[in-house]
């Protein structure tokens, strides 16, 4: 019940924030003396609407978005009636079209930014301090957590059962929170050292130096045979190596809260992280295409590929249901600021498209008027639509093939 309470309110919350994009175009609009003739929320078949002034407003049947209509976005466009024509959009200046257009993406970054601070403030943020690398997590003290049974050990089983037999440190009767000093003699500084002692042992009885509430002592831990990719290469082949059966306790927070005020600058470092995140993963979405591609047709789901709102919800839907609603609100921040980088891309139909192009013309013009050529006039979107069919075609396919990914073979929070 707590998945599908949370999948609806992540969808809602998506709805919502795509509404206000779109409220910040008509509101940039009717400030600049735009004619603004519909505001919609949804799409399809309409449930209801009314008039305000000049411009309709209204809720539709399907809750995927919203739009706002301007009247003469471009030059090509013959909804302009005769008294009108001196507020068509592409009539305005360059920059007051800029604003309106990337009202909608500024509107994302906004809510971002106000959800980042709320989550700084009362939920907390990622701790920057948390290792992130295995070479980072090589560098921490060798103060050890301890793997209760050998199941846990030798299998992927999470849990031990009463008649388990003990892992080789809890034999040994060391604990959580012992710090290693030693592993057969050699000196142990940190948990890199410490791994790459024990591999170099041979399974078998080795004694472990250690230290517990400040006092020294030593254990005889009997190594275990298991199965181990090399520990530069998770990925690597996998070969009969002894182990110990322990991991590194790290005791730094995995989330940090703030005071207001510090917080402010907090946000903005996190917003501008997660902004060099959204380029890269933007980055990534070629390569990424054949293994959705292969999720959907039976092979096991990459937690790097791309996600839709489907998805997104799912995880929204998911956090809720698991006790995690911190993670609720990061994966709507990081939503909204993909979404915000994504809209300013100079692609049409989207808003970066519209800006690219009106920027262009006034460049276009600048130059022809220092050649003393006459100016050149506005651009002609009809030669363009070959362009922009196709990219709604290629964005289609792959929101298309993103959705379907995520109901068949859908990302867990779990394999993040």
């Not at 959800?115 to 943020?125: H, S």
């Not at 254990?219 to 190596?241: F, M, S, Y």
Request: hydrophobic content about 45%.
């Amino acid at each position: 019940m707590l998945f599908w309470v949370g999948t609806a309110a992540f969808a809602l919350a998506i709805l919502i924030s795509v509404s206000l994009h779109e409220l910040g175009h008509m509101i940039t609009a009717k400030r600049f003396g735009m004619k603004v003739t519909k505001y919609f929320v949804g799409f399809g078949p309409t449930i209801f609407s009314f008039h305000r002034g000049e411009t309709e407003y209204g809720l539709k049947a399907i809750p995927l978005g919203g739009f706002c209509k301007i009247v003469g976005m471009t030059p090509q466009d013959d909804d302009v009636e005769e008294q009108d024509q001196h507020r068509a959009m592409w009539r305005f200046p360059v920059w007051k079209r800029t604003i309106v257009m990337s009202a909608g993406s500024i509107t994302h970054f906004a809510l971002a930014i106000v959800a980042t601070w709320f989550a700084a403030v009362f939920v907390g943020l990622p701790n920057p301090d948390v290792p992130k690398t295995v070479a980072e997590q090589r560098m921490l003290p060798a103060r050890i957590s301890v793997a209760e049974c050998v199941q846990v050990v030798l299998t992927d089983r999470p849990g031990c059962a009463p008649t388990d037999p003990k892992g080789p440190v809890a034999a040994a009767g060391l604990k959580s929170g012992d710090l290693i000093t030693s592993v057969g003699g050699t000196p142990i500084q940190n948990y890199g050292q410490l791994t790459d002692a024990i591999r170099s042992q041979k399974a078998g009885a080795v004694p472990f130096g250690y230290t517990r509430d400040g006092v020294s002592a030593t254990a005889t831990v009997t190594l275990i045979a298991a199965q181990r990719p090399p520990l530069d290469d998770p990925d690597g082949a996998v070969k009969e190596v002894a182990v110990a059966g322990l991991g590194v306790q790290n005791n730094v927070p995995p989330l940090v809260t703030y005071g207001p005020v510090e917080s402010i600058g907090v946000t903005f470092d996190y917003g501008w992280r997660m902004a060099e995140a959204s380029v890269a993963a933007m980055k990534r979405i070629p390569e990424k295409i054949p293994a959705l591609w292969n999720s959907i047709t039976g092979d096991e789901r990459d937690p790097d590929t791309p996600i839709s709102v489907v998805g997104a919800s799912r995880l929204g839907g998911e956090a809720i249901e698991q006790g995690v609603p911190e993670l609720f609100l990061l994966i709507f921040i990081s939503l909204n600021v993909f979404i915000g980088i994504f809209n300013l891309l100079p692609l049409l139909p989207v808003d970066g498209g519209h800006i690219a192009i009106a920027w262009y013309e006034r460049v276009r013009s600048w130059i022809y008027a220092r050649l003393k050529k006459p100016d050149p006039g506005r651009v002609d979107y009809y030669k363009l639509m070959p362009l922009t069919y196709a990219v709604i075609v290629i964005g289609g396919a792959f929101t298309l093939l993103t959705i379907t990914a995520d109901v068949v073979n859908p990302i867990s929070i779990f394999s993040r």
